[in-house]
């Protein structure tokens, strides 16, 4: 449902209408009514306007803002660096673009509105890419700095490139523009045969060795696992809890943590990260509920127009319970909600514990950030509302 208007925020909460993020789309795919909130307490640096604390990012109150929030989180935060982020984006684009002319043959393949002749048709997928890239980033990964804020969202960039065509064609898997790029990183192509656009990659590597090569191996294994797509029998599922155990990885779960480490400049060891199990296991849950809740019409609709993949917990409810879509998506919404109440007494017990390292503690709040960043990017993404939810 659609709201009626959207405010900026008040000055007084903080962000500078210069460091806003315009918001181009509002949408939800079901109206749900939620009184109840946590208590700002434990969460209060969701809305700390406290500028050396969180010096990139600023805080956002959707309610506040007139955004569908179905959530009991208070809040969000946006990175300010979304600038730099979209410029990094299209730069990225663009070297794609130059590199595909001069050798199509050699290279992986771009989604179908990118191939198109018609200017108009590859201009608004152009906009969808760059802007779902940067939206993503500067709402799951705030504290980013605006280096890092923009290797992510080139990330998120090279994500989407290859959803779309695997999503289009699953046995493309493995011949996209990002396996492409890839694959002078995961060893597939000799050094001589290197990807001419492969200064993404080291430049990654360049700012922060280790965690970049997390982000990298994160992006790489989500990309491995996409080539199982067309082999993944439609009964599979016979449950929502072994939906999600395979949506976990599905959802791009190693991805979405590096991306985070690489964020708030976490490094943490196996035990250090080891604390983190259950909270993770959560977090992973609501990620990939959120995730398709918001994006089930656009993938229901892609199914049904050119015989998609359709992997979606709405689609594994609707069939497990055997009703209707619209309370499908009720039940979806039911288990995010619920999933948030574990993850903030989960979150709270850890915090209070005083037994997290600086690096553990800026970690912690960084999933945190990360999972109410993706209801906020959800909500005004228009990916998944597409021209209906355009304001």
């Not at 991306?259 to 990260?273: T, V, Y």
């Not at 390292?357 to 709040?365: A, D, K, N, T, Y």
């Not at 945190?368 to 959800?378: E, K, Q, R």
């Amino acid at each position: 449902m659609m709201s009626p208007s959207i405010q900026m925020p008040s000055l007084a909460n903080g962000p500078k209408t210069n460091l806003f993020m315009p918001i181009s789309h509002v949408y939800d795919p079901i109206h749900t009514s939620n009184d109840s909130a946590f208590d700002s307490g434990i969460f209060a640096f969701l809305e700390a306007t406290n500028g050396d604390d969180y010096p990139n990012s600023i805080p956002l109150s959707p309610l506040v803002m007139g955004i569908p929030w179905p959530s009991k989180f208070p809040g969000c935060r946006q990175c300010k660096h979304w600038e730099t982020a979209e410029r990094m984006t299209k730069e990225l684009l663009y070297a794609i673009y130059q590199n595909y002319k001069q050798a199509p043959q050699d290279d992986g393949k771009l989604p179908i509105d990118l191939q198109k002749t018609s200017t108009d048709k590859r201009s608004l997928k152009e906009k969808e890419l760059v802007a779902t890239a940067v939206k993503s980033t500067a709402y799951m990964f705030p504290e980013a700095s605006p280096v890092r804020a923009g290797m992510i969202a080139q990330s998120m960039l090279l994500i989407f490139l290859h959803d779309d065509v695997v999503e289009e064609s699953p046995v493309d898997a493995g011949f996209t523009i990002t396996d492409a790029i890839m694959a002078p990183w995961i060893g597939t192509q000799d050094e001589s045969a290197q990807h001419p656009l492969q200064g993404f990659l080291k430049a990654v590597i360049d700012e922060e060795p280790i965690l970049g090569k997390n982000l990298l191996d994160g992006a790489f294994a989500w990309i491995k696992h996409t080539k199982g797509y067309q082999s993944i029998p439609p009964s599979v599922f016979d449950s929502l809890r072994n939906y999600l155990d395979y949506r976990a990885v599905d959802i791009g779960r190693e991805l979405l943590l590096a991306q985070a480490a690489f964020a708030c400049n976490a490094h943490l060891s196996e035990p250090e990260m080891k604390v983190f199990d259950k909270l993770i296991g959560l977090y992973s849950d609501h990620i990939s509920l959120t995730n398709d809740l918001y994006s089930f019409d656009k993938e229901y609709s892609d199914h049904c127009r050119t015989g998609a993949v359709l992997i979606n917990a709405v689609d594994v409810v609707r069939k497990i319970h055997r009703v209707s879509e619209s309370i499908a998506k009720q039940l979806v919404r039911e288990s995010i909600l619920e999933m948030e109440t574990e993850f903030s007494e989960e979150f709270k017990r850890l915090k209070l514990s005083r037994e997290l390292s600086e690096g553990q503690q800026r970690f912690v709040e960084a999933l945190a950030l990360c999972l109410v960043g993706h209801i906020f990017y959800s909500a005004t993404s228009g990916r998944y509302g597409g021209a209906s939810a355009a304001r």
